[in-house]
């Protein structure tokens, strides 16, 4: 044990242990409704998301993981890159007490364990990508057209949101935006349109749609 809370306390593991705890905190505040799965797209490729193909989303798409949410991405790059880096510490890492070697193989160790997260990400998300691109859209979108829910998210807006359709099941958490109002959490919403360039849904309030 004690050596295991030296390894990933140390450097470098040090470095992706302080990115998992971020990543694990982020989730927790994600269950909560308080930020949607896709915040990190928003913020890193804009309001549009997907829809602009440039850049990050540009490079993304080229390896296989177009539209897949960065958080999931990112969250798999750095729990890869943390067991990685564990057992290249355990297995490389000199016995030696002069800071300098220790510093530039602990170097070495950390750039591998990232480029072998990022490796091991993609590997593991192109068979889902892939998996996801064989369903029929058109049949998805016909079947949710209409649809009732609720807001999940602390809200919807025309920019971001999420909520939870009913699919006959236990639901889906779909991304939804609506058209120039905000909707707080728990408000039920109507799926009235399908928004392909940014893979999400368009809603309207269920007393809008009924006419109230």
Not at 32 to 39: C, F, I, K, R
Not at 129 to 155: F, M, N, Q, W, Y
Request: net charge neutral; hydrophobic share 55%; with cysteine.
């Amino acid at each position: 044990m004690a050596i295991f809370l030296q390894i990933i306390f140390g450097f470098p593991t040090v470095l992706f242990t302080a990115l998992l705890a971020l990543v694990l905190l982020y989730w927790l505040v994600a269950i909560t409704g308080v930020l949607e799965l896709e915040a990190l797209d928003h913020l890193m490729l804009g309001q549009d998301g997907w829809g602009d193909a440039g850049g990050l989303a540009a490079l993304l798409n080229k390896v296989g993981l177009g539209r897949v949410p960065l958080t999931i991405i990112i969250s798999l790059i750095v729990l890869f890159g943390w067991v990685v880096c564990f057992a290249g510490v355990r297995l490389l890492m000199p016995a030696t007490e002069v800071v300098a070697i220790r510093f530039v193989v602990g170097a070495a160790i950390f750039a591998a364990a990232l480029v072998a997260g990022v490796l091991a990400t993609i590997v593991a998300l192109r068979p889902v990508h892939a998996l996801l691109r064989r369903i029929p859209a058109e049949d998805v979108a016909v079947s949710l057209l209409g649809r009732t829910g609720v807001v999940r998210s602390g809200k919807v807006t025309p920019h971001s949101g999420q909520a939870l359709v009913e699919d006959g099941g236990a639901g889906l958490l779909l991304q939804v935006r609506t058209i120039d109002d905000t909707l707080p959490r728990g408000t039920r919403v109507v799926v009235i349109e399908q928004l392909p360039e940014r893979n999400a849904w368009r809603v309207v309030s269920e007393e809008e749609f009924r006419g109230g």
